[in-house]
Nanobody
């Protein structure tokens, strides 16, 4: 019922900034809690953060606080992930996800809709 497409990934150097975008279609975007996850080589998928229907409430994994910022523009059906001071350990495939329940679930299984992912590679 909802399709998600991420973009904005690429190869950057340590210390650089990068903003990822996720465009949604198929349902009323404002009805969905959105989240960003990432999966690094050899590791399990982990939560980056979530944002509420209105964008007024955000939640971040402790390790992401201070460097990553999630925002959304419901008029454009888009959620963003701004990443600053990137480190090699941030290298991963980044995914956006959506769920109808407006709760900041940390478990990937709670999200019903997923994008295809976009690769972020940070060189040292």
């Amino acid at each position: 019922q909802v399709q998600l497409v991420e973009s904005g990934g690429g190869l950057v150097q340590a210390g650089d900034s990068l903003t990822l975008s996720c465009v949604a279609s198929g349902r009323t975007f404002s009805w969905y809690r959105m989240a960003w996850f990432r999966q690094a080589p050899g590791k399990e998928r982990e939560l980056v953060g979530t944002i509420s229907w209105s964008g007024g409430s955000t939640y971040y994994q402790d390790s992401m606080k201070g460097r990553f910022t999630i925002s959304r523009d419901n008029a454009k059906n888009t959620v963003y992930l701004q990443m600053n001071s990137l480190k090699p350990e941030d290298t991963a495939v980044y995914y956006c996800a959506a769920d109808r329940t407006d709760l900041p679930f940390k478990n990937a299984a709670a999200y019903d809709y997923w994008g295809q992912g976009t690769q972020v590679t940070v060189s040292s």
